[in-house]
């Protein structure tokens, strides 16, 4: 894949590439690296995720072969990625959520990012996403779950931290799941299905 991977832990990132099956999945892992060399690889695979979707839909909508470019950086505790191709077409977010194939993307990044938008160049457009790191390199979403557990009814004294601290941790999650299960159903709610939607998002964000 050509590129300009950087070998030094810098604030920005430039890769260019090809919109091909293989050169999508050689792009999500160097993005994976260079997080790493940054030291915010927490981050890495909720910003696989966002590179292999903004990457497809350059495929899909742009059109395969075509030339496009991943900028990474950090700035501000945010971890900004940008999509640069050369089509002048602006994607637009259109209703039907997740269960919408057209557009799908768009909705992945309005709700797994904290800011995102479109932008026309001098030589096509941009497509921009921020997630935030903290100076420890957490996943915001893993940082807020862990929040919410450590928090919830006083269940848990203890950090995150050796074989017990896991324990408690898990023990506080399942209470949790099922008092929104009770809560989905006293408010009407049907919690198999709920408990449906949540596994199929969760697979789904994985196996992309």
């Given at each position: 894949m050509p590129g300009n991977e950087v070998?030094?832990?810098?604030?920005r990132c430039?890769?260019?590439?090809e919109a091909v099956p293989s050169e999508i999945s050689l792009l999500r892992r160097a993005a994976a690296k260079q997080l790493s060399r940054w030291g915010v690889s927490a981050a890495a695979e909720e910003a696989e995720l966002l590179v292999t979707e903004l990457a497809t839909n350059v495929l899909k909508h742009v059109g395969e072969g075509?030339?496009?470019?991943?900028?990474?950086?950090?700035?501000?505790?945010?971890?900004?990625?940008?999509m640069h191709d050369r089509s002048e077409t602006v994607p637009v977010l259109r209703a039907g959520g997740w269960e919408?194939?057209?557009?799908?993307?768009?909705?992945?990044?309005?709700?797994?990012t904290e800011d995102w938008g479109t932008a026309l160049t001098?030589?096509?457009?941009?497509?921009?996403?921020?997630?935030?790191?903290?100076s420890a390199g957490l996943?915001?979403?893993?940082?807020?779950?862990?929040?919410?557990?450590?928090r919830y009814g006083n269940r848990v004294a203890t950090?995150?931290?050796?074989?017990?601290?896991?324990?408690?941790?898990?023990?506080?999650a399942i209470a949790l799941i099922a008092d929104?299960?009770?809560?989905?159903?006293?408010?009407?709610?049907?919690?198999?299905?709920?408990?449906d939607q949540a596994q199929a998002r969760y697979e789904g964000e994985v196996a992309a």
């Open positions: 070998t030094e832990p810098q604030p430039v890769l260019p590439f075509a030339a496009a470019t991943l900028v990474l950086e950090r700035r501000d505790g945010r971890l900004r990625v940008e919408s194939e057209c557009g799908r993307g768009l909705h992945m990044l309005e709700a797994l001098a030589v096509g457009k941009s497509v921009w996403c921020e997630v935030r790191v903290d996943c915001p979403r893993i940082e807020r779950a862990t929040e919410v557990l450590e950090p995150i931290s050796g074989r017990y601290g896991r324990v408690c941790m898990k023990d506080a929104l299960l009770h809560w989905t159903a006293a408010c009407g709610g049907d919690p198999d299905g709920v408990l």
